[in-house]
């Protein structure tokens, strides 16, 4: 089937850029003293989390557990959950999946701490806790190096979990701070605990900077595999890298300027990062996405020399990937304009 035969709204993804930046990113930390520990919440897909460790990747990143149970049993070995675990239901679930792969979470408070180390206590077992450190994201997190190895102490106190070390989601382009807060989170851990095997960061924004980071061990980036127009925004990738569109048409052109397609807040996110508008058009570059409800995109193309007709298709490279993704049941894989593949995307929903 050609891509131009599919339904619309779909989301399509070019596996040759796939590949490329999937090398690219491989290589680029192979250079480095850095593992690489992708981040799953952008693809949600088990083939291609293996296709990230089949280019050296060390293991994968997820965000939430059912996320993790769904990558466990496609047969991944080795996950950290890299969310604060609560709760009777999911510490129980924590605990069997720690039967099907190396797993590690954090913590960033004793209440979360306390809870994991009742849990696996009382199962005779131990789990892996890396404390989360806030250096500006303003997330979750500790708030300074003391706090860190603090909380560190606390763990090594504890029954059924084992501190391994520190995990930080920076904010962008922050690296030279988060080299200098990991290294005094490093060196209390070293003097008040003895040790602090593993300092993971993350994100990719800025990813090729985290070399500064001499400290960590490993980085956690996502985004990368597809990119988006929030990458391109800040010069981390162009048009061309970019595997993942959204594929839709034009249903309504009401004036001269005015075009509505299919695909509104339900298939590109109203997510916004900062920019104007809603995603970047690969055929009209130049017109904007200027608002979305629930089923329609409105879309002023003043700008535009040409201007589409009603019921051509157009590809659009969303703001933010990451949600795209789980707006949908499947994707459609290509090369050269021919879908190759439908996957089903395994872990879509899965935010619990």
């Not at 690489?36 to 693809?43: A, E, V, W």
């Not at 409105?298 to 933010?320: A, L, V, Y």
Request: proline share 4%.
């Amino acid at each position: 089937m050609n891509i131009s035969e599919l339904d619309t709204p779909c989301v399509i993804i070019d596996q040759d850029i796939v590949d490329r930046n999937i090398k690219a990113t491989a290589d680029f930390f192979a250079t480095t003293h850095l593992k690489l520990r992708p981040h799953i919440k952008t693809h949600k897909l088990p083939a291609y989390a293996k296709l990230q460790l089949e280019h050296g990747a060390v293991g994968i990143t997820c965000q939430k557990i059912s996320e993790a149970e769904i990558f466990a049993n496609a047969g991944i070995s080795d996950i950290l959950i890299s969310y604060n675990i609560l709760g009777e239901f999911k510490l129980n679930r924590l605990a069997k999946l720690t039967t099907k792969c190396k797993l590690k979470t954090v913590a960033d408070s004793r209440y979360v701490v306390d809870g994991l180390s009742k849990c696996f206590t009382k199962l005779n077992a131990t789990i892996d806790i890396l404390v989360e450190c806030d250096t500006g994201m303003g997330r979750c997190g500790v708030q300074s190096p003391q706090a860190a190895v603090e909380l560190g102490k606390y763990i090594a106190s504890k029954t059924g979990v084992n501190f391994a070390g520190i995990m930080i989601y920076p904010a962008s382009n922050q690296w030279q701070s988060v080299e200098d807060f990991c290294r005094q989170t490093k060196a209390l851990c070293l003097a008040q605990i003895g040790h602090c095997e593993t300092i993971s960061i993350g994100g990719t924004p800025f990813m090729r900077g985290a070399k500064i980071v001499t400290s960590a061990t490993e980085h956690r980036p996502g985004t990368y595999i597809y990119n988006d127009r929030s990458l391109i925004s800040k010069s981390q990738c162009v048009i061309a890298d970019c595997a993942l569109t959204v594929l839709a048409q034009i249903v309504s052109r009401p004036t001269e300027n005015r075009g509505i397609i299919d695909a509104g807040s339900k298939s590109l996110t109203s997510d916004l990062l900062g920019l104007e508008n809603y995603g970047l058009i690969k055929q009209y570059p130049q017109a904007k996405i200027i608002a979305l409800s629930e089923e329609h995109g409105h879309i002023d193309f003043s700008d535009c020399e040409t201007k589409p007709s009603i019921g051509e298709k157009i590809n659009i490279i969303p703001n933010h990937v990451c949600p795209v993704t789980n707006l949908y049941d499947q994707v459609f894989i290509y090369r050269d304009q021919k879908t190759i593949k439908t996957l089903p995307i395994k872990a879509r929903g899965m935010v619990f």
